[in-house]
């Protein structure tokens, strides 16, 4: 079960926005998204460095 959720959810999802963007076209909030696409990497990578360094002292 526990690999359905892991596997299988995401691919469905991946497959219906796929289907989704195909039909509809991409959104201009997507289109927004690329342009500033250094900024959230950068954003991400910080605030994930941020919570494990909050999880590992956590339990110390």
Same mark, same amino acid.
């Given at each position: 079960?526990?690999?359905i959720f892991a596997l !299988?959810?995401?691919?469905i999802l991946l497959i219906g926005l796929t289907f989704f963007f195909m039909s509809e076209g991409i959104p201009a909030w997507i289109q927004?998204?690329? !342009?500033k696409s250094s900024t959230i990497w950068n954003f991400g990578?910080?605030?994930?460095?941020?919570?494990?360094?909050?999880?590992?002292?956590?339990?110390?």
């Open positions: 079960m526990e690999l !299988g959810f995401p691919i927004n998204l690329s !342009g990578i910080v605030s994930m460095s941020t919570m494990t360094i909050i999880i590992y002292l956590s339990r110390r």
